[in-house]
């Protein structure tokens, strides 16, 4: 998930988080329609998956999380981190 300037979280999969990030930054023509208007911030969260079938589907269970749910998942990812 990538924080946007609105404190809103886009959530999508690549299997390269560091250049989708700077995509959606720096490259209008491949920066997610969602970025359009707001600016892609930073990694908020990220989880590993063994191939595209089972990272879409984490997406779509994302996706779902209401927004406070969302934050708590970031939260915790986050604290995981420190």
């Known amino acids: ?3 946007a300037s609105d404190n ?5 999969i690549t299997t390269d988080p560091i250049r989708r ?4 930054q ?6 997610a329609k969602y970025f359009k208007g707001r600016q892609a911030l930073n990694i908020a969260y990220l989880e590993r998956a063994e191939n595209r079938s089972e990272a ?4 779509v269970k994302l996706k779902k999380l209401s927004k406070a ?3 708590a998942l970031v939260s915790a990812y986050l604290s995981q981190l420190k």
């Open 1 to 3: 998930m990538i924080r």
């Open 8 to 12: 809103s979280l886009y959530t999508g």
């Open 21 to 24: 990030l700077s995509e959606h």
């Open 26 to 31: 720096n490259d209008k023509k491949r920066q």
């Open 56 to 59: 879409s589907k984490i997406e």
């Open 69 to 71: 749910r969302k934050e």
